[in-house]
């Protein structure tokens, strides 16, 4: 079985300032760990995913994550907050034949 | 745009009305699924489709009735709901069954009072 755990329901940062977003998993199998964005009234929207390979992961709109297997650790990082990323942030995490395990979610808000 | 319609974006209901949510994707994907978002709770899967064939019920009440006529398209009939199950329904396409990457619609907000 898989779980997710994101600390932090609302993240809040200024404009410019590092992002960080956490997520822990725990997945009887290696995993294939995932972050989802979702704007006010929109669906999901798959920011970057780690599969094999690097552990280092680059996504879109300057977001990056990193894979720790010793830490069960997939956090998402951004060097300088826009405005535009404010959003729901969702860590995901696949280990079986069918569909991703969500976390609750992380609301990030920027301050201007 | 992802791809992935829902209709309706809104949808208010009483307990005892029979109403149905449309997803439709063009992507030529084949796996379809449904979700549920409530609030500060994790995405819950409901039910999976692969090549119009369900693989995946997550012990969902009989309230919810999928239904995947083809490939592209996906229903789920509601019939006497409860006030809990007021929330985001989504729908989301892959290529195939357990597909890395999903395609998400918008989402039906679901009221019922």
């Known amino acids: 079985a898989q779980s997710v755990t994101q600390l932090g329901s609302h993240v809040s940062v200024s404009e410019g300032a590092l992002v960080l977003l956490r997520c822990n998993y725990s997945?009887?199998?290696?995993?294939?760990l995932f972050w989802y964005v979702q704007y006010p009234n929109q669906g999901l929207q798959l920011l970057l995913k780690?599969?094999?390979?690097?552990?280092l992961v680059k996504g879109i709109n300057g977001f990056e994550a990193e894979f720790k297997k010793s830490e069960t650790s997939f956090h998402l990082t951004k060097p300088s907050a826009h405005m535009s990323d404010a959003a729901e942030y969702f860590c995901?995490?696949?280990?079986?034949?069918?569909?991703?395990?969500f976390g609750k979610g992380t609301h990030l808000i920027i301050q201007p | 745009e992802t791809g992935v319609t829902q209709t309706p974006r809104h949808l208010v209901m009483g307990m005892t009305n029979k109403k149905s949510l449309k997803c439709e994707q063009h992507l030529g994907h084949n796996a379809m699924y449904w979700y549920k978002q409530s609030a500060k709770k994790p995405l819950e899967l409901m039910f999976v489709?692969?090549?119009?064939?369900?693989?995946e019920n997550n012990s969902v009440p009989s309230r919810f009735s999928p239904e995947c006529p083809n490939s592209s398209h996906l229903f789920l009939h509601l019939h006497t709901l409860q006030p809990e199950d007021s929330a985001l329904y989504l729908c989301a396409s892959s290529q195939d069954r357990g597909g890395e990457k999903l395609f998400f619609g918008s989402g039906t907000q679901l009221s019922v009072l």
């Open positions: 997945s009887s199998v290696p995993p294939y």
């Open positions: 780690y599969t094999t390979g690097a552990t």
């Open positions: 995901a995490v696949r280990g079986g034949a069918d569909g991703l395990t």
């Open positions: 489709y692969n090549f119009k064939e369900q693989t």
